[in-house]
């Protein structure tokens, strides 16, 4: 692992097919956005440094594929990490409602109980909203998870809603470690904090 580096992030993204989750991670890691972006088949993965309260970490990014055949390839996928970014689509009702199940998902699949979620609602951009900022909001309250809203065609958001989930998951014990001077340093297991929805869960 580089010297510079803190440690190592496992974070996914996740939610209905079409919902701008390559988007939003092609946005983040690459600066970039294009129209013509493809449907994710089964997995796909990216890795990007990230400055957060003066520390680097390497986050490890896994853009999971929403089509329900591909369902199946996922679960292996969601095993340590460390954090989720749970996506759906301002303009699409359907994509908010089936946020319930992916939270299930979750639930079943992860390996932590402290993992460290935030519900981002994607492309503000379009005129035509079914989705409320305060629906959002209030989910995001009664689920215990971060939450803000995004636009990977304009940035708007996206880079927050990242710093803001690695920022939550640096500040929770148990949920990542450090590797200096040859040993591993593991923060405390015995006291994990909960995933709560904080001052910045309403950022714009």
Known sequence: MDE????????????????????????????????EQTLTIGVDFKTKRLSVDGNTVKLAIWDTAGQERFRTLTPSYYRDAQGAILVYDVSNYNTFSKLETWLNELEIYSTKRNIIKMVVGNKIDVEQREVTREQGLQFARRHQTLFIEASAKTRDGVQSAFEELVHKIIQTPGLWET??????????????????CSSYCSLA
């Open 4 to 35: 510079d580096i803190l440690t190592t992030l496992k974070i996914l993204i996740i939610g209905e097919s079409g919902v701008g989750k390559s988007s939003l991670l092609l946005r983040f890691t690459e600066d970039n956005f294009d129209p």
């Open 179 to 196: 590797y200096r001077d040859g040993n591993i340093h593991v923060n405390d297991k015995d006291h994990p904090q909960k995933s709560g």
